[in-house]
């Protein structure tokens, strides 16, 4: 019992952030429903009721988006097609395709969170991580077998956690503020990418695009259901590294010493250098392994969801890992659920736009309002008329023991 | 005006905070709360500043019963508080710390009339020997006279009623003096003063009468003429207590711990420790005394390796630590009770267990390679909170939530959950009530008798006697005295910590 409520306590308020999101994202999908408020003077039972239908129907194709059609799915595993079977999973594999870089980048904020360092650079080392992949594929293509894959991974892991060591160095050497550091690192990171892409090394040939030559050719992340002969589907082990990395995360933070030395430094810098831990060693080493991660992250994406480099890699994967982290509370597994939330939403919303003509963007509406919710545990306990939890100082019991 | 408390019961959940409290004070009466902390001191004064309000029971002012629905009703009540902790702007200058809130407006558009605020805080000053500068600005004004500026805020808002919440703790001896003359001048006035502590010396020496309270209960009544501290601590703490500290003669052993000509800056690059030069043997205890602010703190932070040392040597059992990092200066047995235990002892987020190997957790038993041996570490938090007695719900309670008592138990644990050669002490028990004092005394002369060499730092003349076998004394800088044994007395120590050679 008491072991249950310590697991699942921490997740109250993000599940009660949620729901509290998509009520309010029904009232917006209410008073955006044109036609039915015209309908609400001359037949207001019929209006009010087709409106709610509106809603339901619209969170229904999100679900149908998101992670398909139960029924279809089954059908076509006994008895399908592998096209058919590719057509019910695709929804669901996308939603989890959505969701890799999310968790790379979700882990690489969380354990820089941790550490008390704002890792604002996400997006940068994952940029940066993609690009130093591409360019070792490119450069060990021809090698035997798993030669070129591996090195390219590497590559890419490297220039990310370098790109994540210089503003970690700069805090701990210089005092240079880590937020300002990692904003400008992005900027720099993206014209490397820029740079590197009009080189005729990279570049595909005949293209204006800042875009690389193909690299799918070369070599590729395997796919996970390729083995079953069911085309078309992008899932690749990309995913399944996340979880371990998401299991590696947990274990280095909560059952190892340098993991111990990173979440005190977190809490109380002042504290951790009383006790003997170095300091800047711990912030050095969590924005390294910070950048390593968002980097894995962007390698699995050029490597494995799609076919060549390009400037756009991150469609912001590296902000919305700040928000991500925060709903996680910067807990590893929570970290897991959150993006495959944040997955759903992006997968689902083609559909629901599709369907019933409700714009795409109620669901960015949805994601911020969530972020928001967790962001104010107060304002989210008093809607749901919780008792505040506690906490080590400023609780009525420790005013009592004052 | 007449205060009267009747039968105050508060309830937190799982905490009876204050079970049917009566107490009552006379127009210019000083009344002392005394009670260790927990003893529902705060959550009383909470009550009457009308931040809580009570389950059950009256408060009655002049006969009259009032009820306080938020802190407005109880300052039109005339009950002005000042906290423990100052409630004013550091940007401010003293006339307009004093009359936010309270603020007389002049013109059409109703501007603060700081000329008239001006004319009454002068006033107030001058009546009350308060001594405030008006014009300054709060953040460069001494700790002591901050203080009295929040005197100054109750009476300008015409408070009878003053409830001072641990006044002295932030205070020196001589500010501490000062503002018990304070408190005379404004009883002799007919202002009603509540003055909460937990410090016997102090209730003895300038309240009319004393009221302990006892884990939220009234203890009894006492009157200080006829009342001895020892009375005083039985009643607080529900059995007796050794005020003294006991311990046998100490028995010197080699040096361990070896100063000579240390210099240090502060974090201003002022140089804080001016040529300072002490050695501490083995089996004894030696008490740097000084008045806050004259480079004990320094000195300290340099001979634990946190602070760099600008010229001089350190060493200790014969190994220089003159340019050790804090691992190395552990390392060599060196145990560290920190100045302020919330900021650099503990860490408030993390569990008991976790604080309790702040400081040995990369050793065996509570490493095993990379990974930390978490059966080890949960046995060693159990064995800790055992033999120094922390109370506490589990090893798995966050630091920050236990009583300043447990807090430092949890330090002192660690600390000396090692082999321990020397010990650095810096006011080990700053804030702490009376039975916990006790018990870290206990303990720290217990190591001395086991052999490690002990060096105290504490601004309590009080404490630095009784516990130093030698007494050093720090004034500006320099260790300005060093007195053995029985020529460690108050008047002798006093004169040192206040300059005089």
């Known amino acids: 019992m008491k072991r249950a409520r310590r697991i699942l306590g921490p997740a109250v308020v993000p599940a009660l952030a949620i729901v509290t999101a998509f009520i309010v994202g029904s009232i917006f999908i209410l008073i955006t429903d044109f036609t039915?408020?015209?309908?609400?003077?001359?037949?207001?039972?019929?209006?009010?009721?087709?409106?709610?239908?509106?809603?339901?129907?619209?969170?229904?194709?999100?679900?149908?988006?998101?992670?398909?059609d139960p029924g279809r799915i089954a059908a076509a595993i006994q008895g399908g097609t592998p096209r058919q079977i590719a057509g019910a999973i695709r929804p669901l594999s996308e939603t989890l395709v959505a969701a890799t870089p999310l968790i790379f980048t979700g882990l690489a904020v969380a354990i820089a969170f941790r550490t008390s360092v704002f890792n604002i650079g996400v997006e940068g080392q994952f940029i940066l991580g993609a690009f130093g992949s591409a360019v070792g594929l490119l450069v060990l293509q021809g090698l035997p077998a798993p030669i070129p894959l591996l090195g390219a991974i590497i590559a890419g892991v490297i220039t990310g956690a370098a790109w994540g060591f210089i503003p970690g160095f700069l805090k701990a050497r210089t005092g240079a503020h880590e937020v300002i550091t990692t904003i400008m690192l992005n900027y720099v990171a993206v014209q490397i990418v820029l740079f590197g892409l009009r080189s005729d090394f990279l570049r595909q040939e005949g293209s204006s695009q800042p875009i690389s030559k193909l690299l799918d050719g070369i070599a590729r992340v395997p796919g996970i259901l390729a083995p079953f002969g069911i085309p078309g589907i992008r899932l690749h082990y990309g995913f399944v590294l996340a979880l371990i990395m998401a299991a590696v995360v947990s274990w280095f933070l909560f059952k190892t010493t340098k993991g111990f030395e990173l979440r005190a430094a977190g809490f109380n810098l002042t504290a951790a250098r009383y006790a003997g831990m170095s300091a800047s060693g711990s912030i050095i080493l969590a924005m390294t392994i910070s950048g390593g991660l968002a980097a894995l992250g962007g390698s699995m994406e050029v490597l494995g969801t799609v076919p060549q480099m390009s400037n756009d890699i991150s469609s912001g994967f590296g902000f919305n890992a700040i928000a991500l982290a925060l709903l996680a509370g910067n807990r590893p597994f929570g970290i897991v659920l959150a993006a495959l939330l944040f997955g759903a939403l992006r997968t689902g919303g083609g559909l629901m736009q599709v369907q019933t003509g409700i714009p795409l963007d109620l669901l960015f509406f949805i994601q911020a309002l969530v972020i928001m919710f967790v962001a104010a545990p107060g304002l989210v306990r008093s809607i749901w008329r919780l008792r505040a939890p506690r906490t080590p100082t400023g609780t009525a019991v420790d005013g009592a023991r004052a | 005006m007449r205060l009267e408390l009747k039968d105050i019961t508060k309830q937190f959940p799982g905490v009876l905070a204050n079970d049917r409290i009566s107490i009552s004070a006379d127009r210019g009466e000083v009344l002392g709360l005394l009670g260790e902390n927990g003893a529902g001191k705060t959550t009383l004064m909470n009550i009457l500043s009308g931040l809580y309000r009570p389950d059950s029971g009256e408060i009655l002012i002049d006969g009259t019963p009032r009820t306080f629905n938020d802190p407005a009703d109880a300052i039109d009540a005339g009950i002005g508080m000042v906290h423990q902790h100052f409630q004013l702007v550091p940007v401010f200058d003293v006339v307009s710390s004093v009359a936010l809130g309270a603020e007389s407006v002049?013109?059409?558009?109703?501007?603060f009339d700081r000329a008239a605020a001006r004319k009454r805080v002068v006033e107030l000053s001058d009546q009350y020997n308060l001594h405030v500068p008006p014009d300054a600005d709060i953040e460069d004004l001494p700790v002591g006279v901050r203080q009295r500026v929040e005197i100054l805020k109750a009476l300008y808002r015409k408070s009878d009623i003053l409830v001072l919440d641990e006044p002295s703790a932030v205070l020196t001896p001589a500010e501490t003096e000062e503002l018990f003359g304070i408190?005379?001048?404004?009883?002799?006035?007919?202002?009603?003063?509540?003055?909460?502590?937990?410090k016997l010396n102090e209730v003895l020496e300038v309240c009319d009468r004393i009221t302990v309270l006892r884990r939220g209960r009234v203890a009894g009544t006492a009157d200080p003429k006829t009342t001895t501290r020892e009375q005083l601590a039985n009643m607080m703490v529900g059995r007796d207590v050794e005020l003294r500290v006991v311990k046998g003669p100490a028995t010197p052993g080699d040096v361990v711990l070896s100063l000579k000509d240390i210099v240090v800056r502060d974090d201003r690059d002022h140089i804080a420790v001016k040529g300072a030069s002490l050695d501490v043997r083995a089996g004894e205890i030696v008490a740097i005394a000084g008045v806050q602010g004259n480079g004990q703190t320094e000195l300290v932070e340099a001979i634990v390796g946190l602070r760099t040392v600008d010229s001089g040597t350190m060493t200790v059992g014969g190994v220089d630590i003159t340019q050790a990092t804090p691992r190395q200066v552990s390392d060599l047995g060196v145990a560290h009770i920190p100045e302020d235990r919330g900021r650099d002892g503990l860490i408030n987020y993390m569990t008991v267990s976790e604080n309790y190997i702040l400081d040995t957790y990369h050793r065996a038993p509570y490493s095993k390679g990379v990974r930390l041996d978490l059966e080890a570490i949960q046995e060693g938090a159990k064995e800790g909170v055992r033999d120094f007695d922390i109370r506490t719900p589990s090893i798995h309670t966050l630091a920050g939530s236990l009583s300043g008592g447990n807090q430092q138990k949890v330090v002192v644990a660690r600390e000396f959950s090692r082999p321990v050669k020397l010990v650095i002490a810096a006011q080990p028990t700053r804030g702490l009530d009376v039975g916990s004092i006790e018990y870290i005394h206990k303990r720290i002369v217990e190591q001395r008798d086991a052999g490690a060499a002990i060096l105290i730092v504490s601004t309590e003349l009080e404490e630095v006697i009784a516990v130093g076998d030698r007494v050093a004394v720090m004034f500006g800088g320099e260790i300005v005295g060093i007195l053995e044994g029985e020529a460690a007395t108050f008047e002798a120590v006093g004169m040192l910590m206040g300059g005089a050679q």
């Open chain 1, 36 to 68: 039915n408020l015209q309908r609400l003077g001359t037949d207001p039972v019929g209006a009010i009721g087709s409106a709610a239908g509106g809603i339901i129907a619209a969170y229904q194709a999100m679900l149908a988006g998101a992670f398909g």
């Open chain 2, 106 to 111: 002049t013109g059409p558009l109703g501007t």
């Open chain 2, 183 to 198: 408190i005379r001048g404004l009883a002799a006035n007919g202002t009603t003063v509540i003055f909460i502590t937990h």
